[in-house]
């Protein structure tokens, strides 16, 4: 829940981009996984894995613990940031914050909920 509901539920939000009506129709005979996008994605869930995994190898020097709560972390909050690129085609220094405060909300209130997992003993899994 931390990672992908709130940043989905925001980018429901989007407003539609100015520039739809300038763009060509999508030819329908070709499917909306393209080259191109497959491309795209694949590049993202490569440079998150090798994050998620450096964040692991690091913990591992100290403990089985630490490498798995750095992986969760890294993985979480690589989340929380991707759902700034997930908002549209631009990238998000054309589109700006502006636009949608509920990206920001749910970026701030995915962090809260990172920083409560981590740090309240409460919210903390039972470790052995």
């Known amino acids: ?13 989007e407003p ?6 300038d763009r060509k129709p999508r030819d329908p005979k070709v499917g909306i996984l393209d080259k ?18 450096a964040a692991f190898m690091i913990g591992r020097q ?3 613990t630490v490498a798995c709560t750095m992986a969760f972390s890294t993985l979480t909050f690589a989340r929380l940031l991707h759902g700034f690129n997930c908002r549209s085609q631009h990238s998000i220094f054309k589109i700006g914050f502006k636009n949608n405060w509920y990206s920001l909300a749910a970026f701030a209130v995915g ?3 990172l920083a409560l997992i ?3 003993p409460a919210f903390t899994a039972c470790l052995p």
Do not use: E, N, Y
């Open 62 to 64: 100290t403990s089985a």
């Open 118 to 120: 981590l740090f309240v």
């Open 36 to 53: 191109s996008l497959v491309t795209k994605v694949t590049l993202q869930g490569i440079i998150i894995s090798v994050g998620v995994i």
């Open 111 to 113: 962090t809260l909920l």
């Open 1 to 13: 829940m931390v990672t992908d509901s709130l940043p989905a539920l925001a980018i429901g939000m």
């Open 16 to 21: 539609g981009a100015p520039d739809i009506l």
